[in-house]
């Protein structure tokens, strides 16, 4: 597996909780890492994304509330989850997304994106 993720659990309303996801040394440095969330029934959305350039992006409904890092030391990205709410619930995804201007790795066998193995968070009382 080139992404493994872990950090999920229980936790109540206005908990936190923080995701890991490790990446191999060439994902973690050439990729833009991301996470995504899937909830039962509805389409797999981003949640928060963070550049090579460490710029990073959040979705309005997680804006101030959660927090996306890399740590480049160990080639892991975090998502800092605080104040969840029940419609946090769903099972969050790691994901590498190969910027446009590296396309050209694929003719080295690197895929234009990878997939974690997803972690479950369920918040409620």
């Known amino acids: 597996d080139q992404l493994v993720e872990s950090g999920g659990g229980s936790v109540q309303p206005g908990g936190s909780l923080t995701l890991s996801c490790s990446a191999s040394e060439n994902i973690f440095s050439m990729y833009t890492m991301a996470w995504y969330r899937q909830a039962p029934g509805k389409q797999r959305d981003l949640v928060a994304e963070?550049?090579?350039?460490?710029?990073?992006n959040y979705a309005d409904f997680v804006q101030g509330r959660f927090f996306i890092s890399r740590d480049w030391s160990t080639n892991t990205v975090y998502l800092h989850m605080s104040f969840l709410k029940a419609e946090d619930t769903a099972v969050y995804y790691c994901?590498?997304?190969?910027?446009?201007?590296?396309?050209?790795?694929?003719?080295?066998?690197?895929?234009?994106?990878?997939w974690g193995q997803g972690t479950q968070v369920a918040v409620s009382l």
């Open positions: 963070i550049t090579k350039q460490d710029k990073s």
């Open positions: 994901n590498s997304d190969l910027p446009r201007t590296e396309y050209g790795l694929t003719g080295l066998g690197y895929e234009y994106e990878y």
